[in-house]
Each structure stands twice: as structure tokens, then as C-alpha cells.
């Protein structure tokens, strides 16, 4: 009888379009679980510059760029390592090495890039190579951009070099470099530009790599934060995050809510009036004060939160309602006969009460989900999250405390928004139907 | 078999509900107050299973014994390890004085009975806005705007919600019955994300309305401007919350209307040809007020809880606001102090709706 009602969903369109999307996000959740173990994320997220140093710093994901008429330009990372980049090695004599790379590429971008960063490697004995770089536009002009002797490791911020900013009438790199000359406002030009780096080796065996990258301004398909981190990885994995935290706590809250009513109406006496005394003082406890207290005294962890609210949740409102049900049911046709053929406590307790009132508890369970979905986020966004995972919350947290919206970052905010939305509405919508299915007082309205 | 006269039924039931409301209203009140005591009780607990609470007090004594001794010029002349000597035998004599020595679950009902009298203590780092360090007077400070905020709203949405769901199940099935029937699940989310949203519409990309606060910076002089700013930075918090509950609370109402007034009195009322209005109020209304105000009080609860993320999204000056602030600067006698200011307003609230609760129900024992 029941999986008859559980058919009828389809007469739902609000039910199925909430179905759909929790399917696709149960989708997207095992993929990421699967795609990107939970070990390299959280090393990943916590990593900091050195994972994520190719990535520009805030922008926002690549498509924003169909919505605009001024593209956006996308970030440029080329090495001496990679194939197709020139690398001519010209021996003058024993020891002196002349070494010539070109990067090449085309800007066709109608915005400047955000920065623009030259990493250099060499190998070398004594002394160091000695580098010169010329910046080749496409209107023909050369420009000197820097002479200097390399370290084994080191890096040349273009944009943060005032001799060059200097030389480039007061604009620093990433817009001297790329603007248009016989342009009125400041653009930049587009068509193919090189980048020359000259080397000078003093040893036989010495060598030396460079990788340039021109940070753009849009970033992969969910953008980037201000650590440079990729916001898909923490979207992704905020998915299977949310919905195992809500469903955990939807599920447990709910059984353990209902064999608690259960006993406590089918025993009666003292058992029932403690668990109502009980359920009377939990409603009044400051649920989220006390959450938050655990999360600043001991520990952020997800799982301690989780099991912390489950605690606090056992002895909820439904209680009330589920009570109300199994008195009128203990007193049913059925329950006398289980008794009068000596079915003990437990038996009536578990295989005759609590089948009754599964009907009742499968829609308010999947309308309980989101609450717990944004609790967690709530908690995230007071900065309580849990420390090693990314979550939605967190990247919400992390938008707010830099100030994403008043610096019109809206991307950074909106996307992990829109999920929680999503999320939330999905099992809303589907919780509802269910509910008019499954309770038939409120059929056909 | 004598009928008493009329008016003395009439004086003596309403004695009885006198009565009735009266001893309801003691015993939800002691009730109430046991879960207040409950509730304080393992906020201590929590706070000071590690030890905080106490190691907050050790640390305080410590400094202002050091700090007296420093300045006092009789024990300038004292070596090092004479002062050393000193400063331990002070800092145990006060420690005394102040009972720390004692076993925890002594110490623990001072703290409770501290709690419950609102003596929370002095906070580390925050002041209040008048410059004093007391954390009753920090949290106290910002009370009225979390008063004025949350209780417009809870009044405007309940009466809104109310209204309409009346009209609702009255045009049961019409286009805007479907339409608020499909808006229910709005209230999935809460409030402040709701704000975040308002706010990058209205205050980010349009710009007419405030990023948030509770007056314009420097605030107007005039107390009409004042107001006026202050209704301005109410829009988007209000906007908020009503999004968050207004939907699924007409959607609850209405349904619960409708299964009111299929009842046989209903039908039977309607038969007499009682005009809409009348049976609205005396068939639908009154039989369901009850179950409505338990569904407000719940809501209410919910709502409070979410004042601390709520406040801190529109940057409203409430007591959620100072919660957040303390978090964020460890301040622990303000968090455990909040925490207690919560579990009175929690219960205040649901004292003043037991009471409105005991009035429209006519069944109401204990």
C-alpha cells in the first residue's frame, strides 16, 4: 500500500522538480567523493600558496564572460619546460651559454590582466645566469622589462617593479605592458605578444627554466577565493558534506524521536511524565548558543556539532504530536490482540507501534534535512566551521570576512548560496508533497 | 431544581477562568523557570569542563594581585623571591576568599546562583558603548534592538499570516492560494540568508537601501529623522524574515483552516446561513487559536535562535551582534552571559504566549 503512495509523487510537479535536483546532487556527491579523495581535498583546501599559487586572487568563474560585453581575460601560463615553447641554447665557448626562450600568445581580452609573475629555476656551481627580458607587443615596440642574475629559486613580480613602473609612465606592468599607445582611454591592445628571456650561463652545465603567468581575471568554473583556491573543489565537496550532515541528523533526530514517544505512550506512569518534563526544559534550551559554545570551547569538528545536535534535538516538538498518535493507536483492535497472545513490550513497542506512524514520519523527516543543512551553515558562517573540510558555510564565512560583497565579489557569495538554496528547496518541495500524500487529512489540498 | 440566575453563572464562570488561568499561569511559570534554571545550569557545565570558567577567574586574581603588589612602595624594598613568596600567599588566600578551592559542584551552584541573578561578571576585552567592562550592562545595552527588530517582526508576520490565510481558505484552490501553496518551502532557509541576498539586490546593486546597522552614521539629531533612519534600516531585516516564515506559516494556517471548516458545526453554521464573517470567527477562528499560538511560540523560539547569525548579517546593534563579537574575541564571561540573557528571553516569550495560550483555550489543564 505504501509504495502505491509513494507512485503517486508523479501527480506532484513540485515533488518531482525537488527529486530531480536531490538526485542530481546525490550525483555530483559521489562523483566528488570518488573523483577527489577526502585526504588530497582536505591537504588541498588547507594548502595555501604553493598549491594554488598559478591561480589569480578573487575573480570570478569563466562563463561571467558570456553575460559581458567587455571580456574578461583569462589567466596565461606558459613554461620553458612545457612543449612549443622555444628554448635555443647557442654555445659562445667552453664555459659562456647563450639561452633564448620566447613565449608566445595571443590577448584578446578587452580588461587587463591582474598580475603578471616570472618564476625563474637555474642550475649552476658558482655563478649565477644572467637574464634579460624584452616585451614584445603587437604593434611592433620592444621594451626592455629587466636585466638580472637569477638564484636557483626566484621569482619577479612584474607588477611590483617600481623601475619598471617607472619606466612604463608611472603604470605598473600588467596595464603598461598590455595598453593600447594610440588608444585614448586606457585598453589594452590585442593580437600576439612575446615575451624574449635572454640568459647568459657562466658554467658548462648550467641551465636555467622559467614559467611566466599572466594572471587573468576569471578562474575555471566557480572561480577563485582570496587564497587563490579553486571555489569548484570547496563547492564540490560542500555537496556530500551537507547532505550527509543533513541527513544523518534528519534521520537520527526523527527514529530515536519516535522510539522515544513510543515508549514513553506505550509504558505511561512516570516513564511517559519524565519524557514530557524532559521535552518541555529541551525546547527551552538556547540550542545555537549552546552549539556555539561547544564550538568555541572544545571542538569544530563536524561529526562532535553533529552528534551535539542530535543530542539536543531527540527530545523535539514532535514528541508531542507523535504521543498524541500512539495513544490513539495503543488502544487499537490489534495492539489487545499482540497482548493477549503475549507479545511482550519490546515486540509491540518496535514491530506493532512504531510501523504505524512511519507514514507521518517520512515527510517531516525530509522537511527536517534543510534545517539542519543551514544550521550547519549557520554555524559556518560564524565562523565555527569545521577546520579541515571546505564547506558551503565556510566559503560563505570566508566571502563575508573579506569583504566579497562590498567589494562586489557577488560570485563568491552567490554560488555557495544558491547551492544551500537549492538544496534546501529541493527537499522542501519534495517533503511537502509527501506530506499531502501521506496525511490524509490534508488530501486533495 | 432551582436555575440560579443568569448573572451569577456568568460571574461564576468567569471566576473559574480566573482561577483556571491563574493556577495555569503559576505552575507554567515555576515550570518555566526550572528549565530557565536547567538550562543555565549546563551552560555552566559546558563552559567549565574545561576548566574555563575557573581559569578565567584564577588569571584575573593573579593579575591584580601582581599589579598591587607592583605598585604598592612598601614591598618596593622586597627581593624577587621574597615577592614571589608573597604573591603566591596572597593569590591563595584570595582564591580562598573567592571559594575556587572548593569542589566543582559547589562552585558550580555559585555560579548558577550568580547566573540567575544576572551577576555575569566583567568581560575580558569588550566594553559596552557607556565604557564599562560589566557584562550585564554590555548585554543589556543592546537588548532594545534585538527587542525592536524581533518584535515588529513576530507581530507583523503573525498578523499578516493570520489575515491571509483566512482569505486563503476562503478562495481555496485560486490562483494565489496555489501560488503561496508553491512559495511554502521558502521557509527552508532562514533569515539572514534571505539577507545576504537582499542585500547584494539592495544595498550592493541598486544602492537605495543600507548594507545594514540601525541608524545613519553620524545618527540625525531630530528624533523624527532618527526614526525614520532607523525604519529605513529596518526594511531589509524585516524583508528578510518575513520571507523566511511568512510563506510556510499562511500555508500551515490555511491548511488547517480548511480541515476546520469541513467540520459537520461549519457545514451546520453555513446551513443556518450565518453570514462568512461570523462563521469565520466564531467556527474557524476560535477552535483553532490554540494550535496556532503553540505554532507562533515555536516559531518564535526558532527565530531567536537565529538572531546571532541573523544580527550579525544586517550588522544590527543586538545582543546576537555582541554573541558574535565574543565569539570571535574569546570573550567567555560575554558568551556564557549571553547565553544566559537567551534562556530568560526564551522563556519570557513562551511565559507570555503560555498565558495568551491559556486565555483562547477553554480546555486548557495541567
Known amino acids: 500500500m505504501n509504495l502505491n503512495r509513494f507512485r503517486e509523487i508523479s501527480r506532484y510537479p513540485s515533488a518531482i522538480v525537488g527529486l530531480v535536483i536531490i538526485l542530481i546532487l546525490v550525483g555530483i556527491s559521489i562523483y566528488t ?7 588530497e581535498t582536505v591537504v588541498k583546501w588547507r594548502g595555501g600558496d604553493r598549491i594554488w599559487q598559478d591561480n589569480p586572487r578573487t575573480v570570478p568563474p569563466a562563463w561571467v564572460n558570456y553575460f559581458r560585453s567587455e571580456k574578461l581575460p583569462e ?123 635572454a640568459g647568459l650561463t657562466f658554467e658548462p652545465e648550467s641551465d636555467f627554466d622559467v614559467k611566466m603567468v599572466i594572471y587573468g581575471k576569471v578562474y575555471g568554473l566557480a572561480g577563485t577565493d582570496h587564497l587563490r583556491r579553486d571555489l569548484l573543489l570547496g563547492l564540490m565537496w560542500g555537496t556530500p558534506v551537507a547532505l550527509a550532515f543533513g541527513l544523518i541528523a534528519a534521520v537520527a533526530t526523527s527514529v530515536l524521536t519516535m522510539i522515544i514517544a513510543a515508549t514513553g505512550s506505550w509504558f505511561g506512569g512516570w516513564v511517559d511524565g519524565l519524557i514530557q518534563r524532559i521535552t518541555e526544559i529541551n525546547l527551552m534550551l538556547p540550542v545555537l548558543p549552546i552549539l556555539i559554545m561547544v564550538g568555541v570551547f572544545y571542538s569544530r569538528s563536524l561529526w562532535l556539532i553533529l552528534g551535539v545536535i542530535i543530542l539536543l534535538s531527540i527530545f523535539g516538538a514532535s514528541i508531542k504530536s507523535y504521543r498524541a498518535i500512539f495513544m490513539q493507536e495503543r488502544e487499537s483492535g490489534y495492539i489487545q490482540a499482540a497482548q493477549s497472545y503475549g507479545a511482550g513490550n519490546f515486540r509491540i513497542v518496535f514491530l506493532y507501534l512504531i510501523p504505524r506512524i512511519i507514514p507521518i514520519l517520512i515527510p517531516s523527516l525530509v522537511v527536517l534535512i534543510p534545517s539542519f543543512v543551514f544550521l550547519e551553515a549557520s554555524l559556518a558562517v560564524l565562523g565555527l566551521g569545521d577546520p579541515l573540510l571546505p564547506t558551503w558555510g565556510k566559503i560563505i564565512d570566508d566571502a563575508r570576512t573579506n569583504g566579497a560583497l562590498l567589494r562586489g565579489l557577488y560570485y563568491w557569495v552567490l554560488e555557495p548560496s544558491v547551492l544551500l538554496m537549492l538544496t534546501g528547496f529541493s527537499f522542501a518541495m519534495l517533503g511537502f508533497a509527501l506530506d499531502r500524500i501521506f496525511n490524509p487529512r490534508l488530501r486533495g489540498m | 431544581m432551582t436555575t440560579p440566575p443568569q448573572d451569577t453563572v456568568g460571574r461564576k464562570a468567569r471566576i473559574d477562568t480566573l482561577k483556571r488561568i491563574g493556577k495555569y499561569t503559576v505552575i507554567r511559570f515555576f515550570m518555566l523557570f526550572f528549565a530557565v534554571t536547567v538550562g543555565i545550569y549546563l551552560t555552566i557545565l559546558i563552559a567549565n569542563m574545561g576548566g574555563y570558567v575557573d581559569e578565567i577567574r584564577r588569571a584575573e586574581i593573579r593579575e591584580n594581585i601582581a599589579i598591587s603588589i607592583s605598585m604598592n612602595p612598601e614591598y618596593k624594598k622586597l627581593s624577587t623571591e621574597e615577592r614571589k613568596q608573597l604573591q603566591k600567599k596572597l593569590v591563595v588566600l584570595e582564591e580562598e576568599r573567592l571559594g575556587l578551592n572548593k569542589p566543582f559542584i559547589i562552585r558550580s551552584f555559585t555560579y548558577l546562583k550568580d547566573a540567575l541573578m544576572l551577576r555575569l561578571g566583567r568581560a575580558m576585552n569588550m566594553t559596552s558603548d557607556s565604557g564599562s567592562r560589566q557584562v550585564k550592562l554590555i548585554l ?5 534592538a534585538t527587542l525592536l527588530l524581533f518584535g515588529t517582526s513576530f507581530l507583523i508576520n503573525f498578523f499578516i499570516s493570520l489575515f491571509l490565510a483566512l482569505i486563503l481558505s476562503r478562495r481555496y484552490g485560486s490562483f494565489w492560494d496555489r501560488f503561496v501553496v508553491g512559495l511554502a518551502p521558502t521557509s527552508a532557509a532562514p533569515g539572514w540568508f534571505y539577507g545576504i541576498f537582499l542585500i547584494v539586490i539592495f544595498a550592493a546593486w541598486l544602492q537605495i ?60 453554521a453555513k446551513a443556518k446561513g450565518l453570514p462568512d464573517r461570523a462563521i469565520e470567527r466564531r467556527y474557524i477562528l476560535r477552535p483553532t487559536l ?9 516559531a518564535i523560539i526558532a527565530i531567536w535562535f537565529g538572531a546571532i547569525i541573523f544580527e550579525t548579517v544586517f550588522n544590527w546593534p543586538g545582543i546576537g551582534r555582541v554573541y558574535f563579537q565574543a565569539i570571535g574575541l574569546f570573550d567567555i564571561p560575554v558568551i556564557v552571559g549571553a547565553t544566559v540573557i537567551y534562556a530568560y528571553l526564551l522563556a519570557i516569550t513562551v511565559f507570555l504566549l503560555d498565558i495568551v495560550y491559556a486565555i483562547v483555550d477553554p480546555r486548557v489543564k495541567i
Not at chain 1, 33 to 39: G, Q, T
Not at chain 1, 82 to 92: A, H, M, Q, S, W
Not at chain 2, 290 to 296: A, D, E, K, R, S
Open chain 1, 33 to 39: 567523493v570518488i573523483a577527489l579523495p577526502y585526504s
Open chain 2, 290 to 298: 490554540p494550535t496556532i499560538v503553540t505554532n507562533f511560540a515555536l
Open chain 1, 75 to 197: 589567466s596565461i601560463i606558459l613554461s620553458s619546460s612545457d612543449e612549443g615553447v622555444e628554448k635555443e641554447r647557442t654555445p659562445l665557448n667552453d664555459e659562456l651559454t647563450d639561452i633564448v626562450i620566447t613565449f608566445e600568445f595571443d590577448y584578446t581580452a578587452d580588461e587587463f590582466p591582474q598580475e603578471i609573475i616570472l618564476s625563474f629555476t637555474s642550475t649552476y656551481e658558482q655563478k649565477s645566469p644572467y637574464i634579460s627580458l624584452t616585451w614584445k607587443t603587437p604593434d611592433g615596440r620592444e621594451i626592455n622589462v629587466g636585466d638580472f642574475s637569477i638564484d636557483r629559486t626566484a621569482s619577479r613580480r612584474l607588477s611590483q617593479d617600481d623601475k619598471l613602473t617607472k619606466k612604463l609612465d608611472g603604470q605598473t606592468a600588467e596595464i603598461g605592458l598590455f595598453a593600447d599607445p594610440n588608444s585614448e582611454e586606457l585598453k589594452p591592445l590585442k593580437g600576439t605578444y612575446q615575451l624574449e628571456v
Open chain 2, 209 to 268: 537601501l543600507p548594507y545594514g546597522g540601525m541608524v545613519d552614521a553620524p545618527p540625525p539629531e531630530e528624533p523624527l529623522q532618527y526614526a525614520l533612519s532607523v525604519a529605513k534600516h529596518m526594511i531589509l531585516p524585516l524583508i528578510a524574515l518575513a520571507i523566511s516564515t511568512i510563506f510556510l506559516s499562511i500555508y500551515s494556517w490555511r491548511t488547517f483552516f480548511l480541515i476546520y471548516s469541513s467540520e459537520n458545526y461549519v457545514e451546520m
Open chain 2, 140 to 144: 543589556l545595552e543592546r537588548l532594545p
